[in-house]
């Protein structure tokens, strides 16, 4: 067990809609990654926050966004689903958010889009 | 960022060394070297990192090329438990982690 939760552990929806994914980060780790793993793009790094603060940006959609609120969880919103969209979301976190961190995953968040 | 190439797949013996071999030609002076693996329906996780240096933790060993454009993560024994997906990366200075395709590692009994 990593510390990391993620909620809900899978979503099943359809084209057009919208989702919003949870994630709790270990405690006292200020920093929060997203990532997108898919078969055709293997893992992909989307977007970092850093205590409550956009930190890195990767290639992630204009149709997704996410935040990081006061109590130091996220949340990865995806609008205007596609079937491509369907995938499996990790979330990490790790202390500091720098480039000597170790970085815990969760679960994931498994994403059908139908 | 730093971009990085394994191979697809290796086989190892149970109980021999492993060394799982990465590239990384575009990293820059100041990007860590991070391994990771993920084993089979789980998150990845954790395996050992390093600047410079060779680095030695309880799971592993990791040899840094000189010149920093290559890296060999070694499994002393390897054991079935470690059969999963290896992904080595670099990391900017926020620690974002830029993962390539990754060798799944084969280990038989």
């Known amino acids: 067990d990593s510390g990391v939760t993620q909620t809900p552990k899978h979503l099943i929806t359809a084209t057009g809609q919208r989702v919003t994914l949870r994630c709790s980060p270990r405690?006292?780790?200020?920093?929060v990654y997203w990532y997108q793993q898919s078969l055709d793009q293997g893992l992909q790094f989307l977007i970092q926050?850093?205590?409550?603060?956009?930190?890195a940006k990767g290639n992630i959609l204009e149709r997704f966004s996410a935040q990081q609120f006061p109590d130091l969880h996220s949340e990865l919103n995806l609008s205007s689903l596609e079937l491509g969209d369907s995938a499996l979301y990790f979330c990490?976190?790790?202390?500091?958010?720098?480039?000597?961190?170790?970085?815990?995953f969760g679960p994931g968040t498994r994403l059908t889009v139908l | 960022d730093a971009k990085t190439t394994q191979p697809n797949s290796m086989e190892s013996n149970e109980e021999e060394p492993v060394h799982l071999p990465c590239n990384h030609s575009t990293i820059s002076g100041t990007d860590y070297i991070h391994w990771y693996r993920q084993l089979p329906s789980q998150g990845p996780e954790y395996v050992i990192h390093?600047?410079?240096s060779n680095v030695n933790n309880r799971m592993a060993s990791l040899a840094i090329a000189e010149d920093r454009k290559s890296s060999t993560l070694i499994l002393h024994r390897a054991t079935l438990r470690d059969a999963a997906v290896y992904y080595c990366s670099g990391t900017g200075n926020t620690g974002k982690l830029i993962f390539g395709q990754g060798t799944t590692l084969q280990v038989k009994p």
């Open positions: 926050y850093y205590n409550g603060e956009e930190r």
């Open positions: 990490a976190s790790s202390r500091a958010g720098e480039f000597t961190d170790t970085q815990y």
């Open positions: 405690s006292g780790d200020l920093s």
């Open positions: 390093g600047l410079t």
